[in-house]
């Protein structure tokens, strides 16, 4: 999975794990990072040992970019060629039979921000090279409601307006944005009190409900993190490389 960052590749990989009853393996670059020669190969083989293991599995790779860039650069450590290599290999035999006779099912996903870094030859076995976009009005409006599902909200508040409004919002600024129009009111009740005055406040005091021009004040502070260059340039190398 590919797509500007904020638009739940990472929920929509435990989504799928869950809808499949799969074990969930979900590590990083980070995780399978070593600074002992041969260790980080090494995890990767435990790492697929274990998801065959636990059979049926998916494995799922944060930000792969980072971990699998393309190879050949002149800054590149031998020790991440090793990985990448140790990687492609237990990517190629994840499903083989094992040595019991049964075949064991392993499904791999991936994730990144950054798809044009991805190796080459790990491109080739990742064969379905799905684009997340940025959420449309519609998943806009959703994803408002249920950021606002457990918070009061006044009466002139328009959901279908902030929809329109936010348009190339990712789903995490969208978040942003309702968290911070929801703290705007405690903010009026404190301000230009003491530290020992809002002590003596009780929550009641410090709350208010959340209203049209808080969300305008929070849409004035926060603005969209993707850029229109970021969108053209997913937008190409999925008509170049991507998957129906």
Known sequence: MFGPPGTGKTLLA?????????TFFNVSSATLAS??????????????????????????????????????????????????SELLVQVDGVNNTSDDGDKKIVMVLAATNFPWDIDEALRRRLEKRIYIPLPLEEGRRELIRINLKDIEVAKDVDINALAKRTEGYSGDDLTNICRDASMNGMRRKIAGKTPEEIKTMTKDQMYEPVAMHDFDEALCKISRSVSTADIERHEKWLNEFGSS
């Open 14 to 22: 435990k989504a799928v794990a869950t809808e499949c009853g799969t």
């Open 35 to 84: 600074k002992w020669r041969g260790e980080s190969e090494r995890m990767v083989r435990v790492l697929f040992d274990l998801a065959r293991a636990y059979a049926p599995s998916t494995i799922f790779i944060d930000k792969i970019d980072s971990l699998c860039n393309a190879r050949g650069g002149s800054g590149e450590h031998e020790s991440s060629r090793r990985v990448k």
